[in-house]
């Protein structure tokens, strides 16, 4: 095995200290902080987490305040990050750790496994980097950097494979912790292999190797093959989908709907759409057969959103509409009506969770600026 002793692991370590970057989540000592940003950081880059992950904690500093937050305000600090799951699981297990936990997130890797949202990978990065216990926290960079450190040409995306790693670096903490160094610091460690993925191991280039600290010991470089590594069998293509996407509007409200509380954007609200490239005949048939009366329609710019495993193609249009739902209808029977539709202000417009695939159409409205990216 590349890394093999206390001597290996002071080299990353003091490559680490030296070169790890400024996180917000990172050194502060507080647990939630490790267990949030890694929910964040599950499918998502880092530079895209820093921001909100601010924004989330600010809003929802505590595990009370995470557990009491209303579905709608977590979404809405939620929006842009996509797989919208880990946020409702963010707050389950805020309201299982208070009910069953005394308000603390457990130290054992097992019993982490056992909260909701909370996987193998994620209760490793948690035990490791907030508690220091010796267990491995095997993400996509360190599966990379093992795999061009051992020269291994086994298909990362493997189950098999990723439990080969994971019960290799186990063996090496272990080594490490009762063997070498007494007082081993497995969340540096931990850190260190993570962030010599992100900064020199990178993905999706040739690594760079003059600037790594254990390049002596790969078997990837002295092979030659470094380049070929991490191999993976082809993505699936995405799947794509093409959709009419209608903004009504009765003068300044918007009539929106939520999505089915399973699938794809589960819970949130969206403007209504529909399968297919509609024309504008076909839209206002639509809109008669909902009971609106159209005044006017405009088509819209089209666009587009990538998912995971979907790619929307949509086409829009803006259809002023008259007499729809009382804008004096009871708030409670509004709220009935979510499923099917409802008319909003701007301003309750703004409260609402609405997918980020409808950028392009809020930006449109004024109605959410752009986010700032930090630079």
Not at 82 to 87: C, D, H, L, M, S
Not at 173 to 198: S, T
Request: proline fraction near 8%; hydrophobic fraction near 40%; aromatic fraction near 8%.
């Amino acid at each position: 095995m590349a890394l093999q002793n206390s001597a290996d692991a002071e080299l990353l370590l003091h490559w680490y200290q030296k070169n790890k970057r400024s996180l917000p989540w990172r050194d502060t000592g507080n647990p939630e902080d490790v267990w949030i940003s890694e929910i964040m950081l599950q499918q998502t880059r880092v530079e895209a987490v820093k921001e909100y992950f601010v924004r989330f904690r600010e809003a929802l500093p505590t595990l009370e305040a995470i557990a009491a937050c209303p579905d709608e305000t977590l979404l809405r600090l939620w929006e842009g990050l996509g797989y919208y799951t880990r946020a409702r699981n963010i707050k389950k297990c805020a309201q299982v750790l208070l009910r069953d936990h005394g308000g603390e997130l457990p130290v054992d890797p097992l019993e982490l496994r056992d909260l909701p949202g909370i996987g193998p990978y994620t209760a490793g990065a948690i035990a490791s980097i907030a508690y220091n216990v010796p267990v491995p926290a095997v993400d996509g960079n360190v599966l990379r950097v093992f795999s061009r450190l051992t020269a291994c040409e086994d298909d990362i995306m493997e189950p098999a494979t990723k439990q080969a790693f994971t019960e290799r670096l186990q063996d090496l903490l272990w080594q490490l912790v009762y063997a070498d160094w007494k007082n081993f610091p497995v969340a540096d460690f931990n850190q260190a292999l993570m962030e010599l993925g992100a900064l020199v191991c990178i993905p999706n280039g040739a690594p760079l190797c003059e600037r790594c600290p254990v390049a002596a010991q790969c078997d990837g470089r002295r092979l030659g093959i470094q380049e070929t590594l991490p191999r993976r069998a082809p993505k699936k293509p995405r799947r794509d989908e093409v959709r009419t996407v209608l903004v009504l509007r009765d003068g300044e409200r918007f009539y929106v709907r939520q999505r089915p509380s399973k699938g794809l954007l589960a819970g949130m609200f969206e403007f209504p759409g529909f399968p297919g490239t509609l024309s504008e005949e076909e839209v206002l048939k639509l809109v008669h057969e909902r009971g609106f009366t159209p005044l006017r329609i405009q088509a819209l710019p089209p666009f587009h959103h990538v998912f995971t495993h979907i790619e929307w193609h949509m086409s829009a249009y803006e259809v002023q509409i008259a007499e729809p739902l009382s804008a004096t209808e009871p708030r409670r029977n509004r709220k009935e009506l979510a499923r099917s539709g409802i008319f909003v202000t701007r301003a309750e417009l703004e409260k609402l969770a609405l997918p980020s695939a409808f950028r392009p159409l809020l930006s449109r409205y004024a109605l959410r600026p752009p986010r700032r990216q930090k630079k």
